[in-house]
């Protein structure tokens, strides 16, 4: 049975995250969501959507498997503060430094999440069939209990979460133009999350997830 979590807020399509303007506490079986649909107005969005897509060192990050290199399905960017690093397929490296907008876009989301990161990954979905498979941020850097906040700019796509643990516990949320949404608690523990393949056509979109990263568990972690 699919538990059904989101009674209160659901539109038509089954899915929450289409409310004007709305602040939504969505209850999660071991863990804390929340989604500002309109975190940033059109207009902001807007403007961040063009100058991030134009501006940020988009790269085509490679993944190992099974004996055989293969393109990661979305180009990506790491930005944070000086000395902050960061992990990927068993490299370490530093995020570069921030921007003018990426600092904005930090401000005002550290206002909406009332807390502090010191790192932002940058995905950029070019179309339906670039993606990001099931996985938590649960490494060991960013805490037992991260904040992570997710800023979305351009194409709604949907941002899919599943229990670990309990396999009846599932659900989907929107994630509209200029939201953010924000995990908490022990939402990285308890839940996987993906943005699937759609076959539909779809226009780009860029995805901020901002982290605090530990330095020292960082390079901790890096040595093993
Ligand atoms: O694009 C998204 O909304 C999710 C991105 C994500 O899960 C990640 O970068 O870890």
Same mark, same amino acid.
């Given at each position: 049975m699919t538990m059904d979590l989101f009674s209160q807020s659901q539109n038509a399509n089954g899915?929450?995250?289409?409310?004007?303007g709305a602040v939504q506490e969505i209850p999660l079986v071991d863990g804390e969501l929340t989604l500002h649909?309109? *975190?940033?107005s059109t207009q902001e969005a807007d403007h961040y959507f063009t100058q991030l897509q134009e501006s940020l060192a988009w790269t085509q990050e490679k993944i190992s498997m099974y004996g055989k290199t293969h393109n990661v399905p979305r180009l990506s960017a790491w930005y944070g503060d000086d000395g902050v690093p960061y992990t990927y397929s068993g490299i370490t490296a530093y995020g570069l430094p921030w921007t003018e907008s990426l600092q904005a876009i930090k401000a005002k989301v550290e206002q909406l999440a009332s807390a502090h990161f010191n790192s932002v990954l940058a995905n950029l979905y070019?179309?339906?069939?670039d993606s990001v498979s099931w996985h938590a941020?649960?490494?060991?850097?960013? *805490?037992p209990a991260p904040v992570i906040a997710s800023v979305s700019l351009g194409q709604e796509r949907t941002f899919q979460l599943k229990h670990k643990f309990d396999k009846t516990l599932k659900t989907n949320v929107l994630l509209p133009h200029g939201s953010v949404l924000i995990m908490r608690g022990a939402t990285q523990q308890h839940w996987l999350h993906q943005i699937a393949k759609s076959r539909r056509a779809m226009s780009p979109r860029i995805n901020l997830t901002f982290r605090l990263v530990d330095k020292r568990l960082a390079e901790a972690s890096a040595k093993r």
């Open positions: 899915l929450v995250g289409s409310e004007t649909t309109n *975190g940033f070019r179309d339906g069939s941020d649960d490494e060991s850097e960013l *805490g």
